[in-house]
Nanobody, 128 residues
Framework: QVQLVESGGGSVQPGDSLKLSCEAA????????MGWFRQAPGKEREFVSG????????DYQNSVKGRFSISRDNAKNTVYLQMNNLKSEDTGVYYC?????????????????????WGQGTQVTVSS
């Protein structure tokens, strides 16, 4: 049974930083692509960032480029999202996801349908 458990969310002020973590179990973590999505109230879940199995390739939503950084530690079965200079529009529930069909791929998946396993989410609130 695959489990993805996010942590690190919280309430911060604009300009602050947060680092999200997602620990995976029940899958061969080092083989699969991982991603972060977010969902604001009343909005669709959207892609934030993704990373290939080898960390060779990453991708970001335009609005977070230069502020967010994705990384992974395959020895710890964990993927991270470092979020700097947070803005109010970054508020939402952040979900970790695994794309097992991208096993060994050099392509970073960016669509919801690319991902087949999801975590429960962690809330990030950015407000003054």
């Amino acid at each position: 049974q695959v489990q993805l458990v996010e942590s690190g969310g919280g309430s911060v002020q604009p300009g602050d930083s947060l680092k999200l973590s997602c620990e995976a179990a029940g899958l061969t973590f080092g083989d699969v692509a991982m991603g972060w999505f977010r969902q604001a109230p009343g909005k669709e879940r959207e892609f934030v960032s993704g990373i290939t199995w080898s960390s060779q390739s990453t991708d970001y939503q335009n609005s977070v480029k230069g502020r967010f950084s994705i990384s992974r530690d395959n020895a710890k079965n964990t993927v991270y999202l470092q979020m700097n200079n947070l803005k109010s529009e970054d508020t939402g529930v952040y979900y970790c996801a695994a794309a097992s069909t991208y096993r060994g791929s050099w392509i970073t998946p960016t669509e919801r349908y690319d991902y087949d396993y999801w975590g429960q989410g962690t809330q990030v609130t950015v407000s003054s």
